[in-house]
């Protein structure tokens, strides 16, 4: 027997920030609150689904240095070119991590500041 990944955990100077930034990346719903963090994830399946929940928990550790896990997205709607200014509008900006141009996936950072890349393959919606 495996493992699966059940759920993603970020310290957040802002949990509700983050949520409401995330919820609106992934598609995700507010799932429940508990001493100040917050969980989101799919609507139709919550916890346990096919896809990992995000739980933001509110830190005021600043941050040092490179993250050493990012998440990776894919559209699923629509070409690469438009989910990139779609979340350019929810509030991502362009990081330079050393890329030298070439990369086919672009590195955002949410409003925390956390690096994330927005890949080119078009995946299925689940």
Not at 24 to 44: F, N
Not at 53 to 65: Q, V
Not at 77 to 88: F, V
Not at 94 to 120: K, M, S, Y
């Amino acid at each position: 027997m495996a493992c699966r990944i059940s759920e993603l955990v970020i310290d957040a100077a802002d949990p509700d920030l983050l949520a409401a930034f995330w919820s609106k990346v992934l598609g995700y719903v507010e799932l429940g609150r508990d001493d100040g963090s917050i969980e989101i994830g799919p609507a139709d399946a919550g916890f346990g689904g096919l896809q990992p929940t995000l739980i933001l928990i509110p830190s005021s550790d600043p941050r040092t240095g490179k993250l050493r896990l990012h998440i990776d997205v894919n559209p699923t709607d629509r070409d690469q070119d438009a989910e990139l200014e779609r979340l350019l509008a929810l509030g991502a900006e362009p990081v330079d991590v050393g890329q030298t141009g070439t990369a086919n996936w672009h590195v955002l950072a949410d409003p925390e500041g956390n690096e994330f890349c927005l890949l080119r393959a078009r995946l299925q919606p689940l």
